[in-house]
């Protein structure tokens, strides 16, 4: 085929990392187009996702497989076909490969043989959903997938509330609603913006603080990979609480009917403050209002001796 690799051909091979695609198939670049048409082997995340895009652009190179799966055991056959002087591609689903993808196991393990890597840039979900937030781009924390145990992600949130950097996830639809409502719990109703099915047909971009994202996915169910910008934390130093906010603590703590966790829950969604916030505020407060009942209670006992 025209601008293969002569067999003969005796130097290491060059591995190229390409971005593809993240929905919109038109959205491949001349060069990306060109690599893959003349690289002897295209590794990919999958198959038949692959192939979908080569027979778009009448690519007719191989493709095997190379995913999280199989990468340590097809690795060595990918790097042996390299220092034999194959040209190869890694190529993810969608976007670009490494990037809460498959891609850098492979990576890796070519730079420690020493063999040429060549990025072939193009889509990436976290720079398309970042470029129409509107919110600071010129520094992000970008954390990928959070774990799908709530109290896993929430630990994970907590070490963010300080960041002042926008924060950007990758979500599923089934677990959406939860990971909101950990972000308004934990970091509390912060702006979002949810860009849903980016470049695709039914392309959805949704702005507000969490509680209108909540509130719109509960009456219209979600489909299709989410990317989730959030802001950072817009305040130097945390917020002084006011005297009526601590007013409102005592008095729900000592209504005995609400626990420090659902106090610090209610209030740091009505006042926009953290929950982490709140909750120290609140146990502080209820060890004061414990020792004061303590010694009333002591003093009482003094007066009948």
Do not use: W
Not at 27 to 48: G, H, P, Q
């Amino acid at each position: 085929m025209k601008g293969k690799k002569r067999l003969n051909d005796l130097h290491d091979g060059t591995l190229y990392v390409v971005s593809t695609p993240i929905g919109n198939l038109e959205d491949l670049t001349f060069r990306a187009k060109r690599l893959l048409t003349s690289v002897n082997i295209i590794a990919a995340e999958n198959i038949s996702r692959t192939k979908k895009l080569c027979n778009y652009y009448k690519i007719t190179t191989k493709i095997i497989s190379c995913n999280q799966h199989n990468q340590k055991k097809i690795a060595p056959l990918i790097l042996k076909k390299l220092q034999s002087g194959s040209d190869i591609a890694i190529v993810s689903d969608a976007g670009t490969p490494g990037i809460s993808d498959p891609g850098t196991y492979l990576v890796s393990q070519a730079a420690k043989k020493g063999i040429k890597i060549i990025p072939i840039p193009g889509p990436c979900a976290v720079i398309t959903s970042l470029s129409i937030s509107g919110m600071p781009a010129d520094r992000f924390y970008f954390n990928g997938f959070l774990s799908n145990k709530s109290g896993k992600r929430k630990n994970t949130l907590q070490t963010l509330i300080p960041i002042p950097q926008t924060l950007v996830f990758f979500e599923a639809p089934h677990r959406l609603e939860t990971m909101l409502m950990d972000i308004q719990q934990v970091l509390g109703d912060r702006q979002i913006v949810m860009h849903r099915e980016i470049t695709k047909t039914y392309e959805e971009i949704i702005r507000g603080p969490v509680s209108t994202i909540l509130a719109h996915i509960k009456e219209n169910p979600v489909k299709g990979e989410i990317t989730l910008v959030v802001e950072g934390n817009q305040q130097k130093k945390s917020q002084d609480i006011s005297n009526a906010t601590l007013n409102q603590i005592d008095l729900l703590l000592l209504n005995h009917k609400m626990s420090v966790k659902e106090i610090s829950q209610l209030i740091s969604q009505e006042k926009g403050l953290t929950y982490r916030q709140i909750y120290k505020k609140c146990l502080l407060r209820k060890r004061e209002l414990d020792q004061s009942e303590d010694v009333n209670i002591a003093n009482k006992l003094n007066c009948h001796k």
